[in-house]
């Protein structure tokens, strides 16, 4: 869109959920608008503010605006980096685009691989930021903006940090008594912003606490009709990780048009191509979202909520729990150095390390959060690599992802409650690099606008200070009780199973039979990611390891 | 603002780095906002007669202990805003300089300095630069490649082509080196066995072919001069082409226009050009140019819009194809300038400058040495 006086032209993809507060402060200030269109506040407002405007946005958003005056370009990306952004400079020409796969189709690009993408995929399950697969694109920070001017591209400068807002509130914890008011408070406010919307906006439902609170908070902000999608899996049925009875629960309890869709391993298989070509850099997770933003396209909504995010903002994860204790238990022995090697080495050769790669690694890493925190999450350890890839791109691999320097760099400023750290850890790294990515692409795949009230950077400031009190179980409690029509008991009290895929089960099916069912399960998934994404210098049995490694994850 | 070069040679230099190194500390004197450049040079110059105004070169010290300490003393004298390296070896001695006088650093690469790995030592003072300037694309991937945090610090500043290429008389040009109705290829480089990659080998070994092709009628001139010769007036012996190969020594700077109109083709197969300033200099004479699709020749030839580079299999076929396309001498000049000529290279230079003077904050901290300059 261009701007009436023609200086300013925006290109813009995401959402804002405070448009029709910013173009009220603009109208009242003398700004007039030419069209309704949302889009214009956008040009009105870095024409008032230039570089600073950002900063006043709500919402998902990856943002360029060219102006014809100054003859420069700024880019922009959300606080928590909900929208992906990525540029590639060869010294002459500057290219962004939103998604990896855009850049390269203009083929003005070098394809060349980026040793860090594949080495970071294996080691976390999808490429870290900022690095990509291919050595000349790399991602625009979250919460980063970027000028481009006649002299180049200047320096990505930082508008916003979720780290300082969890550092923030570390310092200043909230009552205990007042986790439950703060939690209803701010997240029925967030649910009530995300529903701004001109057409229908449904909801993802599981069996769990996040998306059926969302549900209920949906109601209690005035959305009388509202439909509810859930996922489930012939595999499942009747067994505990079927989410749709308890979703039925539910859904009933609140009144919602309850659809719940069925996926079987030949649909599964049918559609792998296709999620394949959709998924802009590779990823070991995705698949549930695929097809949950695909039955909601199919049973008609173009917006929906997604409960993403709550197990990061309210001590969800297992990590809230392991992750404090393996510090504080080995952050001494782990100073002596050459030790946790050693440790690692001694009970390797004692074979502890078939059946359990990362607990011979604990001594190694888990002495401080960014070692923890990667022993948690990580998919591979780098020791482990060298089985899956050349030894050369390994090497070199590593030594740009520099991980444990760049986990520091994201829990930087370091918040001073344990809890604040692992949610900042998770935020930063797990959700970024993966969820938010995954729910990019796959949404975007079936035209459907996924919106996430609780990753939020408003609601990030109103509970920060919430975090430090939080432990696994009372963060969801808390959630639980924030409609004021409360999740049903049945939900609450449910073990976590977290919202999977049975991929695991076909891609095992798949490899007991041996020579009759090549083409299926794991080594068809190798063979597609090799085809893909091209990682021509793994070894294709690293590749099936890793990718045996990918169904079991999926199936966790 | 007051800048502070510290290069290898400069004024009164030869070859394309010192050519670079004037055409730089030039630009940058024209500049309003600059107050004077002081440089200080390692290799004494030839003549010294050209020397633009606000410009002091300081008098060559060829030992490295010696130029260090003119270096730190021409530093606590001026009290530099800017200071930049022009070489990737004098990197520590610059970012001490800097870091003492609270200077902005830049950091010029020329190319072929950072084909090997640089070591921990001299990556260090690139890391700490405020900017780094590359001839060419590749070079700047190279640095970014090895340092990735200075990917939005590293920027691209190309050779430019001085207003003298122009296309002129092409008959009286090859009068004047007494060609013949032949069909000329020409080369213009220092024949240097050390580097060795100019790529003569490779043209030469197209001769016999080229000779059948056009009856004889084809003549292949090397001008420069160097240790290399010998082997290379060998391997004319031997492939038979040596009637037909002309040597002409080092050409003068008077004569080079010209040499460049009396052409047909220039080619230059080489297989590692930081920039390749000399494909340019033919071209803005009206010559087509060809090279490799290798290192900076693709930004000298636009990506192959003012110029042929191709992979190196498909070099004899392309340079018989050079010689049977005549293009508009006046427009190719015309087009090599806009991009490459001196306007161009004035424009970014004071891009830059101006990018420095505006950006917010310097980098470094307070200066180490304090008091007015």
């Known amino acids: ?556 | 603002m007051r800048v502070l070069v510290l290069a290898t040679d400069a004024f009164g230099g030869y070859g394309g780095i010192a050519q670079y190194n004037r055409d730089l500390i030039q630009a940058m004197a024209s500049q309003a906002a600059v107050d004077f450049v002081d440089v200080a040079v390692r290799v004494a110059p030839l003549s010294l007669d050209d020397i633009p105004k606000k410009v002091q070169q300081a008098q060559a010290t060829r030992g490295r202990l010696h130029y260090c300490f003119r270096a730190a003393a021409m530093a606590v004298r001026a009290r530099p805003d800017l200071i930049v390296n022009a070489h990737l070896y004098h990197g520590p001695l610059a970012l001490a300089l800097a870091k003492a006088t609270g200077a902005r650093l830049i950091s010029q690469l020329h190319g072929t300095e950072i084909w090997r790995d640089v070591s921990a030592s001299r990556l260090g003072p690139l890391r700490s630069s405020d900017a780094v300037l590359c001839v060419s694309r590749d070079t700047r991937q190279r640095v970014v490649e090895a340092a990735p945090q200075l990917a939005a610090r590293t920027h691209v500043l190309p050779n430019m082509v001085r207003r003298r290429f122009h296309p002129g008389d092409r008959a009286e040009a090859r009068r004047r080196f007494g060609f013949g109705d032949e069909k000329i290829i020409l080369t213009v480089a220092r024949l240097d066995g050390r580097k060795g990659y100019k790529g003569h080998d490779r043209v030469l070994h197209t001769m016999p072919d080229l000779l059948r092709q056009y009856d004889g009628k084809v003549r292949y001139v090397i001008a420069g001069e160097g240790d290399d010769r010998a082997r290379l007036e060998g391997l004319a012996l031997s492939l038979g082409v040596a009637h037909a190969v002309r040597f002409t020594g080092r050409v003068s700077d008077e004569a080079l226009p010209d040499l460049y109109r009396a052409s047909d083709v220039f080619a230059m197969p080489s297989t590692g050009e930081g920039f390749g300033i000399v494909y340019l200099e033919a071209m803005a004479c009206g010559t087509p140019a060809i090279g490799l699709d290798v290192g900076g020749v693709r930004d000298a030839m636009l990506d192959g819009q003012l110029g042929a580079c191709v992979p190196v299999e498909q070099f004899p076929e392309a340079l018989r194809a050079a010689l049977e396309t005549s293009p508009d001498a006046d427009d190719l000049s015309r087009r090599v300038h806009a991009h490459f000529g001196e306007n161009a290279f004035q424009v970014r230079v004071s891009d830059m400058l101006h990018s420095f003077l505006k950006a917010e904050g310097a980098l470094r901290s307070e200066p180490l040495l304090k008091g007015s300059a």
């Open chain 1, 1 to 556: 869109m261009t701007s009436a006086c023609e200086r300013y032209v925006v290109i813009f993809n995401g959402e804002i959920y405070n448009y029709p507060e910013l173009r009220r402060e603009l109208e009242a200030r003398g700004t007039h608008f030419t069209s309704a269109s949302d889009t214009e506040v956008l040009l009105h407002l870095y024409a008032e503010c230039g570089a600073d405007m950002p900063a006043k946005l709500r919402g998902m958003f990856a943002l360029a605006i060219w102006d014809n005056h100054a003859r420069s370009l700024f880019l922009a990306r959300d606080p928590y980096g909900i929208k992906p952004l990525y540029t590639a400079n060869d010294g002459w020409t500057f290219r962004f685009a939103s998604q990896v796969k855009a850049l390269i189709a203009g083929r003005a690009i070098s394809r060349d691989p980026e040793p860090a993408g594949a080495t970071g995929f294996l080691l976390w399950g999808s490429v870290p930021e900022p690095f990509t697969l291919y050595r000349d694109i790399r991602a625009l920070p979250a919460g980063h903006s970027q000028i481009i001017d006649e002299a180049g591209p200047r320096p990505p400068r930082a508008y916003a940090s979720i780290a300082e807002v969890f550092a923030d509130g570390a310092a200043r914890p909230a009552p205990r008594d007042d986790v439950f008011s703060r939690v209803r408070g701010a997240v029925s406010e967030s649910v009530k912003a995300h529903l701004v919307a001109d057409v229908e906006v449904g909801v993802f439902l599981s069996a769990g606490v996040d998306s059926g609170a969302l549900l209920g908070l949906m109601r209690d902000a005035g959305q009388r009709h509202v439909k509810a999608i859930t996922l489930a899996f012939g595999e499942f049925e009747n067994t505990v990780e079927d989410e749709a009875p308890l979703a039925r629960l539910t859904a009933r309890h609140y009144g919602a048009e309850h659809v719940v869709r069925t996926v079987g391993r030949a649909e599964f298989e049918a559609e792998l191509p296709a999620i394949l070509q959709a998924m802009d850099q590779p990823s070991i997770d995705g698949v549930n979202t695929w097809f949950v933003a695909k039955a909601a396209h199919e049973a008609g909504l173009k917006v929906a909520l997604s409960g993403l995010g709550g197990d990061e903002l309210l001590a969800g994860y297992p990590s809230f729990r392991d992750v404090p204790r393996w510090v504080s238990l080995l952050a001494a022995p782990s100073r002596v150095p050459g030790l946790g090697r050693a440790a690692r080495m001694m009970l390797t050769a004692l074979g502890v390390g078939r059946q359990n790669p990362k607990a011979v690694s604990l001594l190694e890493y888990g002495g401080a959060y960014p070692g923890a925190y990667l022993l948690r999450r990580a998919l591979y350890l780098p020791h482990e690599l060298d089985a899956l890839l050349d030894a050369q791109t390994v090497r070199d691999g590593l030594r740009r992802l520099k991980s444990l320097a760049a986990l520091r760099a994201s829990m930087t400023p370091a918040p001073a409650r344990a809890q604040s750290r692992v949610a900042l850890l998770e935020s930063a790294n797990y959700m970024r690099n993966q969820l938010l990515r995954d729910a990019d692409w796959a949404g975007m795949a079936h035209s459907l606008e996924i919106r996430t009230p609780l990753v939020d950077f408003d609601l990030l400031k109103a509970l920060s200070p919430v975090t430090p009190r939080l432990s696994p179980g009372t963060g969801k409690q808390a959630l639980a009780a924030a409609p004021n029509l409360q999740l049903p008991r049945a939900i609450v009290d449910r073990r976590r199973t977290g919202f999977c895929v049975p991929t695991g089960h076909w891609a095992a099916a798949a490899n007991a039979t041996t020579a009759a069912s090549k083409g299926a399960g794991s080594r068809a998934w190798a063979r597609e990611v090799l085809k893909h994404f091209g990682v021509a210098n793994a070894s294709v049995a690293g590749l099936q390891k890793a990718c045996t490694g990918v169904a079991a994850e999926l199936a966790r």
